[in-house]
């Protein structure tokens, strides 16, 4: 008696303390698929931000012309990876049970985050150790996205499932910034903290996914498509690539779109994702349901999100050169200090969204989503407009202003719209559509790298060239030397603005910045000769930049007003 009263103890104690039909249940759901979310993309900006970090602790210098291709597989590789992989582990989720995908992605990801800590090489060794092992803590960040919507879903009924969604998705996104101000913060201290701190938070979530979250959604036995896997896998990282190294110069270009390798990543990328549909309108269980853009809003719904992915990528990164290359330096601020206080002055952007989110999500339950979509990509696109009006050296309350809208944007969008999506498809496919939406929102976030910093060094490559020879002249750099640093490829200039660099120390080099006077030396090297340099240029490449994201945001607000044909989807 005593025995079976003894296991009974222990079969209590490992019971969970929250079964499903708990009214608590749901909530406990969304906490933890919201720290998921929360821990994965943070880690796609902590490293954004620290990069000057790291390549100091690595000994590695990123403005060296071989050194790029490090500097561009560190910005893209991991979002690169979640692109590919979150429609296959959200259709895994679909057959294995979206809880236990979703809890092994907890695992990889924090026994890969101890793994990055421990860098043991230095130079491009260093560099691919990191790179590597970020692919691999990639798919754990794959695994938390794919199916942290699909917990959600499942757990919430439809007339709270919009505000669950909007919590979720706004920690997604605000995340990226958070993860701007983190890494600024941990980079100044050490730069293998900005892994460390994955640790613990992670061994939480890891025990706690483990002991609370149960499958409660529709699970059905089915085959693995691995050609689509493949065909999908291949078409779209030689897609992506392709369109991220051709911002690379090549054969006396100021891009590689020329480079045969370039070329044949577009093109073949392309032919590959034909085959990839060819593929999934054939085999019996498709990885990624084509079928399901038959239904409009479930289209729409995810061209919007691609749209606004694409316009807030480029946002992200065209804010981070102007504040740490521009503004900041002409206000005072130290390079080694840029990439802590840009991160802090675009706290509105996060703030914007942490307001606006949840807010969204709730009311959108109560009076459709639809018209909430559309208009918080209506004021993204007036804050675009807005970010057009300022000077580059702008009043820093005006573009708080503009630059909280925009989030206030974002967060009136980000709910609703992934509340269209999941609600527009069946039961037994919201892994597979959580996953096809986070795969559409993080390639747009590695297509934002491609067309906004191509369309920069466009921009750049017209002003830049005699901006810099004229300016470098002025202090008695001799005409050749001036031109030749002139005629370097702009993409070197817009990377050292990118990450808080001066880079005329470099380009000039130390015999010839001592053969001048020291007066013109320093004013070369100093805080203002570079940022008051590039200024105008970069502001001719900021119009085209935000002109192009006054266009996605509305062409995404369009988007967001489709209806479906289906009696359910027009309830959402």
């Known amino acids: 008696m005593a025995t079976e009263e003894d296991a009974t103890t222990r079969i209590q104690r490992k ?13 406990v759901a969304l906490s933890n698929t919201t720290l998921g979310m929360l821990i994965a993309t943070i880690n796609s900006s902590i490293v954004l931000i620290s990069l000057p970090a790291i390549f100091t602790g690595i000994n590695l210098n990123p403005l060296e012309p071989g050194n790029v291709s490090y500097l561009l597989w560190m910005l893209m590789g991991y979002m690169l990876i979640t692109a590919v992989l979150v429609v296959t582990l959200g259709r895994l989720g679909d057959i294995l049970g979206r809880v236990k995908i979703y809890n092994a992605g907890f695992v990889i990801f924090t ?19 990191l790179i590597g092992w970020r692919v691999i803590q990639a798919v ?23 505000m669950a969604l909007g919590v ?12 701007l101000v983190l890494g600024g913060l941990l980079a100044e201290w050490n730069w293998r903290s900005i892994f460390w701190v994955n640790v613990p938070i992670g061994l939480i979530g890891t025990v706690w996914a483990y002991r609370s979250l149960h499958d409660t959604g529709v699970r059905r036995p089915a085959k693995m498509d691995w050609w689509g896997n493949i065909t999908f896998a291949v078409g779209l990282i030689a897609l992506l690539a392709g369109i991220t190294y051709g911002i690379q110069p090549y054969g006396g270009h100021t891009m590689g779109w020329t480079n045969p390798w370039v070329l044949a990543g577009l093109i073949g990328g392309v032919a590959i994702l034909g085959v990839f549909c060819l593929v999934e309108s054939k085999v019996a269980e498709p990885m990624f349901p084509l079928k399901l853009f038959r239904n409009a809003a479930f289209a729409g719904g995810n061209l919007a999100t691609l749209l606004g992915s694409v316009a807030r990528g480029g946002l992200q990164f065209m804010l981070i050169i102007w504040l740490q290359g521009i503004w900041l330096p002409l206000h005072g601020y130290n390079y080694a200090d840029t990439p802590l206080w840009a991160g802090i002055y675009l706290l509105p952007l996060t703030v914007g969204f942490l307001a606006a989110g949840p807010i969204s999500g709730a009311l959108s339950d109560r009076y459709g989503a639809r018209m909430f979509a559309c208009a918080g990509f209506v004021v993204m696109a007036g804050s675009f407009a807005g970010l057009l009006l300022l000077p580059t050296d702008f009043n820093y309350w005006a573009f708080a202003l ?12 980000a709910a609703p719209n992934t509340s269209i999506i999941m609600a527009s498809v069946p039961a037994e496919s919201r892994g597979a559509a959580s996953g096809m939406r986070a795969t559409f929102q993080n390639a747009g976030m590695v297509l934002s790298i491609g067309v ?7 921009g750049l490559a017209r002003s830049l060239p005699h901006t810099l020879s004229t300016g470098l002249a002025a202090q008695g750099v001799p005409a050749a030397n001036a031109h030749a640093v002139a005629n370097t490829p702009p993409v070197g200039t817009l990377f050292a603005a990118f990450l808080g660099y001066n880079p005329i120390q470099q380009l000039l080099g130390p015999d010839l910045l001592h053969k001048l006077p020291k007066a013109n030396a320093d004013k070369l090297t100093g805080r203002e000769f570079f940022p008051h340099l590039i200024s105008g240029p970069f502001h001719d490449g900021l119009v085209v930049v935000f002109s192009l994201a006054i266009v996605m945001s509305l062409v995404a607000a369009a988007a967001s007003l489709i209806r479906a044909r289906r009696t359910r989807a027009e309830q959402v």
């Open 111 to 129: 026994i890969t985050s101890v793994i990055l800590s421990v860098d043991p090489m230095h130079g491009g060794g260093g560099a691919l150790w």
């Open 168 to 179: 979720n998705m706004v920690a997604a996104i605000a995340g990226s910034f958070i993860g």
């Open 15 to 27: 019971a969970p303390r929250i079964t499903t039909d708990h009214p608590k249940y749901k909530w």
């Open 140 to 162: 754990g960040g794959s695994m938390l996205m794919a199916n942290s919507a699909a917990i959600i879903t499942d757990a919430f009924p439809a007339k709270q499932r919009g």
């Open 402 to 413: 503009v630059v909280f809208l925009n989030g206030v944007g974002g967060g009136l969008f």
């Open 452 to 458: 906004f910093f191509s369309l920069m060094v466009a």
